[in-house]
């Protein structure tokens, strides 16, 4: 009888928690790990060596903790290292195992509902200067969109902290919709370029026009892991189906349980591991 293995849903901190919130409730039946890199946070503002190492350095502690899939839930990490990691490292050091992100599911899903082929990218500045979601779009859509960006510096530490719906937050969310669509008026469709995000979508649909669609991640992710599942019966078939769910830190436990319970609506318990 085949062992069976958890998926491993990877982010730099916090946000990738919005990812597999989705991921669980169209997934509910699979097993999970989850592992925030916390004591290394952020990785918006590293270089692409830094993120790529420190990413790689998760990866491979979520294989030898059993997993056989692992998704990048984190956009600077999708950005900077999972080309290299795909490209380079897999191949000749782990073959079976598969490393999915959260850039090319969203893109996709953005050039199906585009009407006007002018869309916005929110990201972290990591996220930004990679160029990573204007190279995407431009590759699978033949150039064909014209793509916006807008770096957003004071958003994660809003969610982080609690800030949510408050003066301040509001504040930072207009300045930045109002510097977007001042450079593109015309944009129709907005990713959320950082899995913290989706947690201010309703204060970032206060500055901008009703008919523009703004594209939460988690729930495109989702969308196409189960999709990858049934197209890789491989993969799928080496899944464990407890419907079970574990939580890992790099930093300290009680904080990130207090502050994973804001991105979950729920309890959460985890442990403090060492990824080196």
């Not at 669980?24 to 999970?32: E, H, M, T």
């Not at 897999?90 to 899903?109: M, N, T, W």
């Not at 204007?134 to 033949?142: G, N, T």
């Not at 995000?197 to 892991?225: M, R, S």
Request: some cysteine; proline content about 5%; glycine content about 6%.
């Amino acid at each position: 009888m085949n062992r069976k293995h958890p998926i491993g849903i990877f982010d730099s901190g916090y946000g990738g928690l919005t990812v597999l919130k989705a991921i669980r409730n169209q997934l509910p039946q699979y097993d999970y790990i989850y592992l925030g890199d916390n004591a290394r946070t952020p990785y918006g503002t590293r270089s692409f060596e830094v993120v790529y190492e420190y990413t790689l350095e998760a990866v491979k502690k979520l294989f030898a903790m059993d997993c056989e899939l692992v998704i990048l839930a984190c956009n600077t990490a999708s950005a900077k290292a999972l080309r290299n990691i795909q490209q380079n490292y897999l191949p000749q050091y782990a073959p079976h195992r598969r490393v999915l992100g959260v850039i090319r599911p969203s893109v996709e899903k953005v050039i199906q509902i585009t009407k006007k082929s002018h869309v916005g990218v929110l990201g972290t500045p990591g996220t930004v200067s990679s160029g990573s979601y204007a190279i995407e779009i431009d590759k699978l859509s033949a150039n064909t969109i014209t793509v916006t960006q807008e770096a957003c510096p004071m958003w994660v530490p809003i969610v982080e902290n609690n800030e949510i719906g408050t003066p301040g937050a509001d504040y930072f969310v207009q300045k930045n919709m109002q510097s977007l669509f001042a450079k593109d008026p015309q944009i129709d469709t907005i990713i959320l370029g950082c899995t913290h995000y989706p947690l201010l979508i309703q204060t970032i649909k206060k500055f901008i026009p009703n008919e523009v669609n703004v594209l939460d991640q988690g729930p495109v992710v989702a969308e196409k892991l189960a999709n990858y599942l049934l197209r890789h019966p491989e993969i799928e078939n080496q899944c464990a189906m407890q419907g079970t769910i574990k939580y890992f830190t790099t930093e300290n436990a009680n904080s990130f349980n207090q502050k994973a319970s804001v991105f979950l609506g729920e309890t959460v318990r985890a442990k403090t591991i060492h990824i080196l």
